[in-house]
């Protein structure tokens, strides 16, 4: 069974067992998904992060990271908001992926952020920032389940 197909099983017995907020983790091999789910009906789910990282390998170089980077944003192409390569800081061993082009509504524009770290971590957040105030908070991701599974091929299809 792959990673998808394990995360689609584990949020139909949470639809049935556990009250958000809470976690939901599964891994396939040397992979591991873990979901800090808000909100789950039917049909869709909210998070506050997702995260994921690839155990087979533990020191990963910018080089590799920033090919991951790459691969992702050309991949994941479905989530209104297509990825961009933001930042890549060589020396702490990270890169940051962002929405290229975010949602703007009341004078607050909402992106989503992909930080992946040197250990074969990922973690995907959504972010506000309001133009008025200038302050930016996290908020919540809200994705259909078969985009969320996509998702979750997806990031172990980009994988170097």
């Known amino acids: 069974m792959n990673l998808s197909k394990k995360i689609a099983a584990a949020l139909d017995e949470n639809t049935k067992v556990h ?12 992979h591991r998904l873990t979901l800090h ?3 789950i009906d039917t049909v869709g789910l909210a998070f506050d992060s997702l995260e994921f990282v690839a155990t087979d390998r533990t020191d990963w170089t ?13 991949r994941v192409t479905y989530l209104m908001e297509p990825f ?13 992926l962002r929405s290229e082009s975010p949602t703007t509504r009341n004078q607050k524009r909402s992106y989503y952020e992909i930080r992946l770290g040197k250990s074969g971590t990922l973690r995907m957040e959504r972010h506000t920032f309001d133009e008025a105030a200038r302050v930016r908070d996290r908020s919540t991701c809200q994705l259909t389940r ?3 599974e996509r998702l ?9």
Not at 19 to 30: F, H, K, Q, T
Not at 62 to 74: C, E, I, K, M
Not at 84 to 96: F, M, N, T, Y
Request: contains cysteine; charged residues 30%.
């Open 19 to 30: 009250l958000p907020p809470c976690d939901i983790a599964v891994e396939e091999g040397a």
């Open 37 to 39: 789910l808000t909100a």
């Open 62 to 74: 910018p080089d590799s990271l920033r090919s991951w980077g790459d691969r992702l944003a050309a």
């Open 84 to 96: 961009k390569i933001l930042e890549i800081d060589a020396e702490d061993g990270k890169v940051c």
């Open 146 to 148: 078969e985009v969320l």
């Open 152 to 160: 979750a091929d997806d990031i172990v299809a980009s994988l170097p």
